[in-house]
């Protein structure tokens, strides 16, 4: 028996940003964005346009960062509570980043204390709010606009927490992918690398379905088809096209089957080396395929639909895949002591999301080892 649930009204295309008043419907908004200091100043001619669509909203949070923290959040959440009108909804136009702090904003209605006490005891989760989001993404990669948690930081504490509620699954979700023709390479490759390990991570995982599977090897093909040439190629639309779509259908994937290893190993890298999430996420791709290589009859056939009959040449062919984007799957350049990488798996392995992993830790230490 399996089960594939996303409850997110999904509206895809060039052009769909323009459906945002009629999505929005007159309710009292709050805007959540960059700044301009994050934005370069594309974002101010975004809210303009949101404007445009939907009227002004009753308040504007614009502190948003990368890897929201507690302190920032906090600050977000007194902006929100700022608002002279009750707030009927929210609209999430950024990154992954703006959806997290989207999805925190929801679940606090103007109380951070809420949402931490929730991410440090487990306890008050039925009083958190329910806010309705509407996702406007302008990167492809985080598939956070078709999820139910945001990641959370502890900057201070050095951890990291999860916010997970059904109902913080957004209303709607509008993936245009016009907004995002202006990313930088830097942000493009990340964003598509964190789409790639979405996907990959969605079918080496004790979750699988037959649903998120399908999803999750049209996603992979086309990061791996399209990533390199759009990467050279920035204002190609029907490239970033294909990368939204790959993202949204990864996105798609993993809201039903979570992430695993790689990503249980890129939070340390994250929060104590500055590895964007995208890298620090993807870059141990390889060794996770050569590891998980056997595992599991479904998984094998699907990875051999991806990347050919041979396994072992496919990992090598993600790896050359990743080199020609830059990215180096060593973990030694990514500022892990080789020394250090076999208890980084370990702790990854008992971690949350570690425990999706389909594979077995002695197959990852014989490919340490190799």
Same mark, same amino acid.
Do not use: Q
């Given at each position: ?27 009292? =908004? ?20 949101? #404007? +445009? ?31 002279? @009108? ?68 502890? %900057?201070?504490?050095?951890?990291? =927490?999860?916010?997970?509620?059904? %109902?913080?699954?957004?209303?709607? /979700?509008? #993936?245009?992918?016009?907004?995002? %023709? ?38 992979? @093909? ?35 089957? @979570? ?7 890129? =939070?340390?890298? %994250? ?43 496919? +990992? ?22 080789? +020394? ?9 392995? /008992? ?9 077995? @830790? ?9």
């Amino acid at each position: 028996m399996w089960r594939y649930r996303n409850p997110v009204d999904v509206r895809f295309g060039p052009g769909v940003f323009e459906a945002l008043g009629g999505v929005v419907a007159g309710r009292a =908004y709050c805007l959540v964005t960059y700044d301009d200091a994050n934005g370069g100043g594309v974002f101010a001619e975004l809210t303009r346009r949101v #404007v +445009a669509l939907a009227g002004a909203p009753a308040v504007t949070v614009c502190n948003i960062g990368p890897n929201p923290d507690f302190a920032g959040l906090a600050e977000s959440c007194r902006t929100y509570a700022s608002s002279t @009108r009750p707030v009927e909804a929210i609209v999430a136009l950024g990154g992954g980043s703006v959806m997290d702090a989207a999805k925190v904003l929801a679940a606090a209605s103007g109380d951070f204390e809420r949402v931490r006490r929730h991410l440090l005891t487990g306890a008050g989760g039925n009083d958190l709010g329910r806010t309705p989001i509407i996702a406007v993404p302008t990167t492809a990669g985080t598939g956070s606009e078709v999820t139910s948690w945001a990641t959370v930081w502890d %900057t201070e504490a050095m951890k990291k =927490y999860s916010l997970s509620r059904d %109902t913080l699954h957004p209303e709607v /979700a509008l #993936v245009d992918p016009l907004l995002t %023709t202006g990313l930088p390479r830097a942000v493009t490759i990340s964003t598509g690398l964190d789409a790639l390990s979405h996907a990959l991570e969605s079918i080496w995982n004790v979750n699988a379905n037959p649903v998120s599977g399908a999803l999750a090897e049209v996603a992979a @093909r086309e990061v791996i088809d399209a990533l390199p040439v759009l990467a050279d190629d920035l204002g190609n639309e029907a490239l970033r096209t294909r990368l939204a779509r790959a993202s949204l259908f990864a996105g798609l994937a993993f809201s039903n089957t @979570r992430t695993a290893l790689a990503h249980a190993l890129s =939070y340390h890298l %994250t929060l104590h080396h500055g590895v964007p999430h995208g890298i620090a996420c993807s870059f141990s791709l390889p060794m996770v395929m050569r590891a998980v290589a056997g595992s599991d009859p479904a998984c094998d056939a699907a990875l051999r639909r991806i990347f050919g009959p041979d396994l072992a040449a496919g +990992a090598a062919r993600l790896e050359i895949f990743l080199k020609k984007l830059g990215i180096s799957p060593d973990a030694t350049d990514h500022g892990i002591k080789a +020394a250090d990488w076999s208890r980084l798996i370990d702790d990854a392995l /008992a971690g949350e999301r570690g425990k999706n992993f389909i594979g077995r @830790r002695e197959s990852l230490v014989a490919e340490l080892a190799a």
